[in-house]
């Protein structure tokens, strides 16, 4: 039990556009899932925690305009990067709560070109 | 200042071995130790450790934490080439959560 999906696994997209990224729970519910992103060969830098049915909380220093976070529904969560940029090419990673464990979703690889 | 600090870095070793990989942490308000594995995508959850003394244990992985002298270890016995990975060290901190993660733990497993 406790699996995560996300969706897209990898997108590349042009400099300007959005792309959404989805997080799913799919065999428990969460109230509480979690952005990451991993830069090559360092640790995982957490974002921001996402709440269903309330604001995401951001971390110091991530722009909440330009990460979009919708938690609506117990098994959803989205990660929208608006106007994307090459620096935010990345790897982006979710996962979501269960029994005060953290179960990742297999993380989605952005390339902004 | 919260942290989180594994040793080694990384690590090579033949099919077999026994491998001990070290989590030290300071944090205020600890609630619970992690630990993930990562090969090339997310990690994997692997272990949570909120008491002293008490082994985890899955197959020819466990773990141990020490919540006097601020440290957990992770034991593979008897490794595989499927074990290399990174394995990763995160530490629950306070009432809203937080993660704290180490930087990792890179090994890589020779046949």
């Known amino acids: 039990g406790a699996v995560v999906s996300q969706h897209p696994s990898r997108v590349i997209c042009k400099s300007g556009t959005s792309v959404k990224i989805e997080c799913r729970s799919l065999?428990?519910?969460?109230?509480?899932m979690f952005w990451y992103r991993q830069f090559p060969k360092q640790s995982l830098m957490l974002m921001a925690t996402s709440n269903e049915g309330s604001k995401a909380t951001y971390e110091q220093g991530v722009e909440k305009d330009k990460f979009l976070i919708n938690h609506a529904s117990l098994t959803l969560s989205t990660l929208t990067v608006t106007s994307a940029h090459p620096e935010d090419s990345s790897f982006y990673i979710c996962s979501a709560s269960r029994d005060r464990a953290e179960y990742f979703g297999p993380g989605t690889r952005l390339t902004v070109t | 200042e919260d942290k989180v600090v594994q040793s080694p870095l990384s690590l090579v070793v033949h099919e077999g071995d026994t491998v001990t990989l070290n989590c030290s942490y300071e944090v205020t308000n600890f609630r619970s130790l992690l630990w993930y594995k990562q090969e090339k995508k997310a990690p994997t959850f692997l272990f949570m450790l909120?008491?002293s003394g008490i082994e985890k244990k899955s197959g020819r992985l466990s773990s141990i934490l020490d919540k006097k002298e601020l440290f957990s270890i992770l034991n593979i016995t008897a490794t595989q080439t499927g074990d290399s990975a990174v394995y990763l060290c995160?530490?629950?901190?306070?009432?809203?959560?937080?993660?704290?993660w180490g930087l990792g733990t890179s090994l890589a497993v020779n046949p």
């Open positions: 065999d428990f519910q969460a109230t509480t």
């Open positions: 995160a530490v629950e901190s306070g009432n809203n959560r937080k993660l704290i």
């Open positions: 909120t008491s």
